[in-house]
């Protein structure tokens, strides 16, 4: 029997019973859509965090009381009793870091900027030192940024992000206005390129105001974080690290013997820890899906079993009139991969919708690998074939006198 006409046979049998073949395809969909929605978010969310390491630099390594990335609460305990990062440390690196590119400080807090009658009570205020806006890759849309001397004279001058100038400054020009942030006045000077948002939460609502001014306003008593441009990658970067880990050192007087008591990070080490963590996350979920599509295909098995006990008459009249083994064998072969494979398209576009869906309420990111599709497809249709072998060789077996005297 030719190809096309066993597919032919094998759609008119599904279409035949639509209600059933929806049921059967349950775990099928279910462990295809898992399957895809975790690896196109996953992608999405390698993708992202690639961007905004090449934001920060590759180049990029940071100074500070305890590291990026930890897992326990007892690491986080640890890292809590270590002395802070100071403004010493800061200048300290400055002048005797000679491998160093460029080196910025800067403290965090989040505070209300007012102007008018407008405010926002949620602001990220970033006490910033004057070099960091080209460590970060940060383009200045309008206006400019404060220069190393406004920086060392704590000059009352702002540069905002755009959240802060469409809800706070409103309409017309932004720069030369004053607002206030946590009740002391500041000129805004410049406004910050639009970043976007980040699990959907929004990037651009900061006001950056310089590193000393900060430290005098707020308590100076805070831990720090130096950023550090080391120039380059690979061996430029070790070399760097390893100077300024000398400096720290010995700026704490620790023994050769001593661990250290502050943190050198580059972008790889989050990248590194996010990856593995995606990856963990991703082969505990395949491994469900896999579970679901092995329930799938024993339904689909059992459904196949109790079509061929239904249609042993129309074996039988097909063996009568000279159809093989190996024919009957074949269309239902074809039936229950096709049954496996329209499940595996269903939770193809299942998946990638949930994972757009859910970029679209929290904007978390999400990208499609078009590999993801082809395995899911293949897997499914694999799994039909496999799970439709014992009923399509039950079918072929069919001895077609006994088969016809099947009641109807």
């Known amino acids: ?41 996953t992608n999405g969310a390698k993708q992202f965090v690639a961007e905004k390491i090449n934001t920060y630099g590759a180049a ?66 970033r006490g910033w030192s004057s070099t960091m806006p080209p460590i970060l890759n940060l383009n200045i849309a309008e206006g400019r940024f404060y220069t190393e001397l406004e920086d060392e004279h704590s000059a009352r001058v702002a540069v905002v992000g755009s959240d802060i100038v469409d809800n706070v400054l409103g309409p017309g020009d932004p720069l030369g206005k004053e607002i206030r942030v946590d009740g002391a006045p500041y000129t805004v000077i ?52 390893d100077e300024l880990r000398v400096i720290m050192r010995a700026r704490r007087h620790l023994a050769p013997d001593k661990p250290d008591t502050f943190s050198i990070d580059s972008s790889a080490t989050f990248q590194n820890l996010l990856g593995s963590i995606l990856d963990n996350f991703g082969a505990v979920v395949v491994a469900i899906a896999a579970i ?11 459904i196949m079993l109790v079509t061929v006990t239904e249609r042993t008459r129309e074996i039988g009249v097909r063996k009568a009139l000279g159809a093989k083994r190996k024919d009957i064998l074949l269309q239902f072969l074809i039936e229950s991969a096709s049954l496996a494979l329209i499940g595996g398209v269903i939770g193809v576009l299942l998946g990638i919708g949930a994972a757009k869906v859910l970029t679209m309420i929290i904007g978390f990111p999400s990208v499609v690998a078009l590999w993801s599709i082809a ?27 006994t088969a016809l005297r099947a009641e109807l």
């Open 1 to 41: 029997m030719p190809l096309k006409e066993a597919f032919k046979l094998a759609l008119q049998s599904l279409w035949a019973n639509k209600l059933r073949s929806i049921l059967t395809l349950f775990g099928v969909i279910i462990g295809v859509a898992s399957v895809i929605m975790v690896v196109t978010l």
């Open 60 to 125: 990029v390594v940071t100074i500070s009381k305890m590291p990026q990335t930890f897992i326990t609460t007892e690491e986080y305990l640890s890292y809590q009793k270590r002395k802070d990062i100071t403004y010493d440390d800061y200048l300290a690196i400055l002048s005797d870091c000679k491998s160093c590119a460029s080196v910025a400080g800067t403290r965090n807090t989040t505070g209300k900027v007012v102007y008018g009658t407008r405010s926002t009570t949620d602001t990220n205020i």
């Open 190 to 241: 410049g406004v910050g390129e639009s970043q976007g948002k980040m699990m959907g939460q929004s990037m651009d609502n900061w006001v950056a105001i310089p590193l000393t001014t900060f430290l005098h306003t707020y308590d100076a008593h805070t831990s720090m974080m130096i950023y550090v441009n080391t120039g380059g990658g690979g061996k430029v970067m070790d070399a760097v690290s």
């Open 292 to 302: 679901s599509l092995v329930i799938g295909g024993i339904v689909i098995m059992n």
């Open 375 to 401: 395995v899911g497809l293949f897997v499914s249709a694999s799994v039909g074939l496999f799970f439709g072998i014992y009923p399509a060789h039950k079918a072929s077996a069919l001895d077609p006198i």
